[in-house]
């Protein structure tokens, strides 16, 4: 089946920690997916990708990796900062893009 | 770099009445669309693929005939809700594909229906 979000947990963090975002995915057939950060009232912004023939990617202050095995993705900011806050949701793409639950990222000073 | 503009942003409509949102692409062509729909606190829910010149292909559940979707040229989809309801209101947020996987999404409408 496909990965629907019914309710959306949130992930407190300290500001200048690094944060972690978890993400599990249902389809074996996805070969891509993407990482997206949504600010309230606002559509989704693009944050990095990755493909299924790499474990790890790196971005400016972000990293994801993803391990087929389990069907995990994660998201790891460093410094976390104010500005991250906002809700952050995997898709994995086959022939369509399908999110995933998604996590509220709160930043605390 | 690609943009995609979503209209209108925001609307209120009474029961019964069919609302028309708009999803163009700005400065490339997308042959094909995606509309999501989004409730408070919850995942985007893919409603529908829409494909250039032809029909749309919806998601299990979505009802086509009360979401119509138009995909008429390469840089505009519409989708119309038609004869609008309460639990339709929500925020519906389109998405056109660039090619090798890539997506740009659009602001989001968000539609109160009373």
């Known amino acids: 089946g496909e990965s629907v979000g019914l309710h959306l947990p949130t992930l407190s963090v300290q500001e200048g920690d690094n944060s972690i975002i978890n993400c599990a995915y249902s389809n074996s057939a996805s070969d891509y997916f993407i990482w997206y950060k949504q600010e309230s009232g606002k559509g989704p912004q693009f944050i990095i990708d990755?493909?299924?023939?790499?474990d790890k990617r790196q971005g400016q202050r972000v990293t994801v990796l993803l391990n087929k095995t389990v069907k995990h993705l994660s998201l790891q900011i460093a410094a976390t900062q104010p500005g991250d806050s906002a809700v952050y949701f995997c898709a994995e793409n086959t022939d369509k893009l399908i999110f995933g639950t998604g996590t509220r990222l709160q930043v605390f000073p | 770099g690609a943009v995609v503009s979503q209209h209108p942003s925001w609307v209120i409509c009474k029961s019964g009445t069919s609302v028309k949102i708009e999803c163009r692409s700005l400065d490339f062509q997308a042959t094909t669309m995606f509309w999501y729909r989004q409730f408070p606190k919850q995942s985007l829910m893919l409603m529908a693929t829409?494909?250039?010149?032809?029909?749309?292909?919806?998601e299990q559940g979505v009802e086509k005939d009360k979401f119509l979707i138009n995909h008429a040229s390469l840089t505009l989809s519409t989708l119309t809700v038609t004869s609008a309801h309460p639990e339709d209101s929500s925020f519906y947020i389109c998405?056109?594909?660039?090619?090798?996987?890539?997506?740009?999404f659009g602001s989001g409408t968000r539609l109160t229906v009373v």
């Open positions: 829409s494909n250039e010149g032809s029909k749309a292909t919806y």
């Open positions: 998405s056109a594909g660039q090619g090798k996987g890539g997506y740009t």
């Open positions: 990755i493909r299924s023939n790499m």
